[in-house]
């Protein structure tokens, strides 16, 4: 059983930045892979990046790539999600998610491959 708890979000202005931050609670070591994901309202669950155990291998949407940065720091059990130069169509709720096992990159976007998730952040990007 993990748990994970969602920080950092908040309001800010197009261009601006924000640093969220999951910390993952429980047995950690089961977070192999962790990821974030975002839901707008009245859209889907939408992947936006994720990272494996060492931190090595990364992956992005396209829609934050080169903006938003995801790493990790195992020995405090938190998985970070950077993100600059935010735009309005980045305001969601941000979800962390963690899986238990290692995900292969074919399935990395989907939902369903993950186990635990937090209760989310707001971010608010405003124009």
């Known amino acids: 059983q993990v748990q994970l708890v969602e920080s950092g979000g908040g309001l800010v202005q197009a261009g601006g930045s924000l640093r969220l931050s999951c910390a993952a609670s429980g047995r950690t070591f089961s977070t192999h892979a962790m990821a974030w994901f975002r839901q707008a309202p009245g859209k889907e669950r939408e992947f936006v990046a994720a990272?494996?155990?060492?931190?090595?291998?990364?992956f992005y949407a396209n829609s934050v790539k080169g903006r938003f940065t995801i790493s990790r720091d195992n020995a405090q059990n938190t998985v970070y999600l950077q993100m600059n130069s935010l735009k309005p169509e980045d305001t969601a709720v941000y979800y962390c998610a963690a899986s238990r096992k290692l995900i292969q990159p074919i399935v990395v976007i989907t939902p369903t491959s993950y186990d635990y998730w937090g209760q989310g952040t707001q971010v608010t990007v405003s124009s």
């Open positions: 990272i494996n155990w060492s931190g090595d291998s990364t």
